[in-house]
């Protein structure tokens, strides 16, 4: 055996309390050193300079955020809505500030005025007569300070107003809303004096009292849709130019069918408002750039309304054949779409190859799509003496009407292009995918000379449907709504898009039908301005839900997946009918109202407007990035209408609108 190896040293482990191993700090970081002296010249530098840009940026975050909180403390948010609750006023909107000459337009005011967002001083203004306070209080008034203006609504660069004290001394001002956005002075909906840069005078809180409504000149209500009309369309030229849809946050533009259809839809529009160099830059593109010639598919419905009817209406108003030349061109490439073997069209046409076809996922095409086509396709037939188009459009009436499925003159949704019939039934609304099929009928009948009377029946019929089946009332406040029906069980609910229907009630009743007519659309249209009035913001939602029993004093309740608005017009569009035959001036003041909450929370200061993502958040109201071209086509150009003292500028007894708002004339032959 060997012997036991002698070692000449002693073996010693350390160890720290609680087991945790020994680290050697003086060699960990020779060890850091080492490998930063191992790296080249030039990853050093590149790590020496973010870390100070990092820096830079931390001092200059805690200065903005430092600020930001010290205005807070300034006054107390109980200090405000006590006051507001006291008075009984509300924060006076942005925009009502600069107080204009007498006989100055909106259109003096220059562009590049926009308020600066500071610490708050906030003038109050009396809630205007006209408007009904809702049931359900809105909730209290939050200070608004630079974090809470949603980045959208500002730029850079802005300038504020300049208030001069009694020393003569100016301070910079901005005026905060507590609905939570900010309006660029140069479109502000209430000026009382002239704006000339930074020389502005502000309207104390005395001042502000005697503001109302009803003191705006409807001239300053014309010219401040004309201002919205010209701000929308730098917006589209500047980002979107011949492009279908302008997406202003982003500042780029959305293709759907690659037409230009802003840009067509709002033809008719520039030349109502008297914008003739728009116009003129506009018809120049359509002359020179707008070409059918493309391998695309378009919807047939869509592209009817806004391309086949704007054309149409345009050549109407100006006289200039270019516009009935294009009009030809896309009407006789959507006419494949007829092609089926009932003769129902197709929802989708390739108007460059001349094939159509329905959606991928059915055969079944909406009765609206189907139905709310005739009134272009049989003015194209009456001025291009070719019967093809409105023998096309006619026999799918023909074919509604003699359909079973009907309830009390109510269409269900769906029909199906390969039989002819009605799919899916039971399900009544007059709402999406059917809303267009009742407002057709009352316009063709006057199209025609009020000769065809199987119109007028299905018409009237399907009102009588309406009050008999889909009619009801809220618990709260009696206010009158259109559900809609589904295996024989109400759903009270109701889309914006009905909201047409008071307009339609009043245009028969004008036209010699049923009185209750006309007391039933002034039930509908107080409706629909509450629909407005009981959101935050100001505007309406996509869809409402109307309470039926007493919900905590509410009568309209909206889902979050409801809580959208796109700009759209039916509301306005009734007004301006209502306020034409009844020259009541309170629904002017209701479209005023929603003209300025438009302005206060959907309109970006690049150029446009953008549909929002929930009309019940004033200070966040999600921006969707998005102007859909029916802004321009019929909700501006009904703004104007409405606020128009001129009864014969498209009057109502020589032309009818079609559901894109495109003015076309009565038959001249049948009158």
């Known amino acids: 055996m060997y012997s036991p190896q002698k070692k000449d040293f002693v073996s010693l482990t350390v160890r720290e309390q609680h087991n945790r191993g020994y680290t050697n700090g003086k060699h960990r970081r020779q060890s850091c050193w080492r490998k930063w002296k191992q790296l080249s010249r030039l990853q050093r530098s590149l790590i020496l300079f973010l870390l100070a840009f990092l820096f830079i940026c931390g001092i200059l975050s805690y200065s903005s955020l430092t600020e930001q909180w010290r205005g807070i403390s300034d006054r ?23 107080k ?27 809630k205007p007569p006209s408007m009904r306070k809702p049931p359900s209080k809105r909730g209290p008034p939050a200070l608004q300070k630079r974090m ?23 301070e910079a001002i901005t005026v905060i809303s507590w609905r939570g956005a900010m309006i660029e002075a140069e479109q502000g909906t209430e000026l009382q004096s002239t704006v000339r840069g930074k020389d502005a005078t502000v309207v104390d809180a005395e001042e502000a009292a005697d503001l109302k409504t009803g003191t705006v000149k409807p001239v300053d209500r014309v010219e401040a849709v004309q201002e919205a009309f010209r701000h929308a369309w730098k917006g589209y030229k500047a980002f979107a130019w011949g492009h279908d849809e302008l997406k202003p946050l982003s500042k780029t533009h959305g293709e759907w069918f690659g ?31 707008l070409s059918f010639s493309k391998n695309v598919d378009v919807n047939l419905f869509e592209s009817t309304i806004r391309i086949l009817g704007g054309l149409l209406s345009t050549y109407h108003l100006s006289g200039d054949t270019l516009f009935l030349d294009k009009a030809k061109d896309i ?17 989708d046409v390739n108007i460059g190859k001349g094939t159509a076809h329905p959606p991928r996922w059915t055969t079944d095409s909406t009765v609206a799509e189907v139905t709310s086509i005739q009134l272009e396709f049989r003015e194209l037939s009456r001025l291009t003496q070719d019967p093809q188009y409105q023998n096309a459009v006619e ?20 029909i199906n292009t390969n039989s002819g019939k009605f799919t899916r039934r039971g399900a009544f ?8 099929y009742y407002e057709y009928l009352l316009k063709q009948w006057l199209q025609g000379g009020k000769k065809e009377t199987e119109l007028l029946e299905d018409y009237v019929q399907a009102i009588e449907g309406v009050k008999k089946n889909l009619l009801k009332q809220t618990s709260t406040s009696k206010l009158t709504f259109v559900g809609e029906l589904s295996n024989g069980r109400l759903n009270p609910k109701m889309d914006h898009l009905v909201c047409f229907l008071p307009g339609t009630l009043a245009l028969g009743a004008h036209n010699g039908l049923p009185a209750d007519h006309m007391e039933l659309a002034i039930q509908l249209i107080e409706t629909c301005h509450q629909m407005y009035v009981q959101m935050e913001t100001g505007l309406s939602p996509e869809i409402a839900h109307f309470n ?4 905590n004093g509410r009568d309209i309740d909206v889902k979050p997946a409801d809580r959208h608005n796109l700009l759209r017009p039916e509301t306005v569009e009734s007004l301006f009918y209502m306020y034409r035959f009844t020259k009541d001036s309170k629904y002017r003041d209701w479209g005023w109202e929603i003209l300025q909450s438009f302005n206060k929370h959907t309109r970006v200061p690049s150029g446009g407007y953008t549909s929002i993502g929930n009309v019940r958040d004033p200070l966040n109201p999600a921006p969707r990035d998005k102007m859909e071209s029916f802004f321009l086509s019929e909700t501006l150009k009904y703004f104007f209408l409405l606020f128009s003292d001129d009864t014969e500028l498209i009057s109502l007894d020589k032309y009818v609108f079609n559901t894109e708002a495109h003015p076309l004339p009565i038959w001249p032959s049948a009158s």
């Open 331 to 347: 009407g006789l490439r959507l006419m494949p779409a007829f092609k089926t073997p009932s003769k129902i069209p197709y929802s």
């Open 100 to 126: 204009l000459s007498a006989g100055v337009g909106i259109q003096d005011v220059p562009s590049d005025v926009i308020p600066e967002v500071q610490r708050p001083s906030i003038p109050l203004l009396p």
């Open 429 to 436: 609304t007059l709402g999406a995918r059917a809303d267009s």
């Open 548 to 551: 039926l029993q007493n919900h």
């Open 148 to 170: 809470n203006v949603s980045d959208w609504q500002l730029k850079d660069g802005e300038e504020g107003l300049i208030k001069t004290d009694e020393d003569g001394a100016k």
């Open 76 to 98: 107390s948010l109980k200090e405000d809505w006590d006051e507001v609750d006291n008075r009984g006023l509300r924060p006076i909107p942005p925009g009502l500030i600069p």
């Open 395 to 414: 026999e799918v009436t023909k074919q509604v009407h003699r359909l079973e499925g009907k309830r009390d003159g109510l269409v269900p949704m769906f």
């Open 259 to 289: 037409l230009g259809l802003t840009l067509i839809d709002a033809l008719d529009t520039m030349w109502i408002l008297g914008l003739k160099d728009e116009f003129a830059e506009a018809r120049k593109w359509v002359e020179t750039e």
